[in-house]
């Protein structure tokens, strides 16, 4: 079965930085493409960043770009997003979430549960 | 501003169709696939329809895709109560190198 679980959120301050983590499991990181989809309370779904299945392609929203880095390990199947330098406007739950095929281009068949990040002073 | 336009809202009632239309652009809907998600409150999105008109696997096939040009529209028949949510239509954008979101379509079951 697959399964993502998302970990890392929590209060920040604007200008710190955070690093979310999703541990998968029933499949492997190294065949699928990754995706970070994040909400910010009460909006919609705005897509932020993805990874390749090689790893060698990453991708990143205009928003983010710059400030966020999108990586993985594939010794712990692990998806990670670092978010520096955060702004209010980050204040989200982060969903990490599987392509159905190599790169973010595929729709996403899976997602975890979120994990909330707040920015506040 | 979402790169890929959704009305805000639908309604209908139970039993009846609704369609939800997403409109976007030449680097996005009009050379990639659409996929379509649903949103019950206080979830995770999950994946209705994918490649214009595919339904994910244990999707009733109540729920339908196509597409048309640059706009994509999503139909749900038999209309229950248990499909009031969020629907998101979603593709990737050559000219951003990015993957899009339409602003998202609140469904009310009246």
């Known amino acids: 079965e697959v399964q993502l679980v998302e970990s890392g959120g929590g209060l920040v301050k604007p200008g710190g930085s955070l690093r979310l983590s999703c541990a998968a499991s029933g499949f492997t990181l190294s065949s699928y493409g990754m995706n970070w989809v994040r909400q910010a309370p009460g909006k919609g779904l705005e897509w932020v960043s993805c990874?390749?299945?090689?790893?060698?392609?990453?991708f990143y929203a205009d928003s983010v770009k710059g400030r966020f880095t999108i990586s993985r390990d594939t010794a712990t199947n692990s998806l990670y997003l670092q978010i520096n330098t955060l702004r209010p406007g980050d204040a989200a739950v982060y969903y990490c979430?599987?392509?159905?095929?190599?790169?973010?281009?595929?729709?996403?068949?899976?997602w975890g549960q979120g994990t909330l990040v707040t920015v506040s002073a | 501003q979402s790169v890929l336009t959704q009305p805000p809202s639908v309604s209908a009632a139970p039993g009846q169709k609704v369609t939800i239309s997403c409109s976007g652009s030449s680097s996005n809907i009009g050379d990639n696939y659409v996929s379509w998600y649903q949103q019950l409150p206080g979830t995770a999105p999950k994946l209705l329809i994918y490649e214009n008109n595919k339904q994910a696997s244990g999707i009733p096939d109540r729920f339908s895709g196509s597409k048309s040009g640059t706009s994509a529209t999503l139909g749900i028949t038999g209309l229950q109560t248990g499909d009031e949510a969020d629907y998101y239509c979603?593709?990737?954008?050559?000219?951003?190198?990015?993957?899009?979101f339409g602003g998202g379509t609140k469904l009310a079951v009246l």
């Open positions: 979430a599987r392509s159905t095929g190599s790169t973010g281009w595929y729709p996403y068949d899976h």
């Open positions: 990874i390749s299945n090689s790893g060698y392609h990453t």
């Open positions: 979603a593709t990737w954008d050559n000219s951003l190198s990015a993957g899009v």
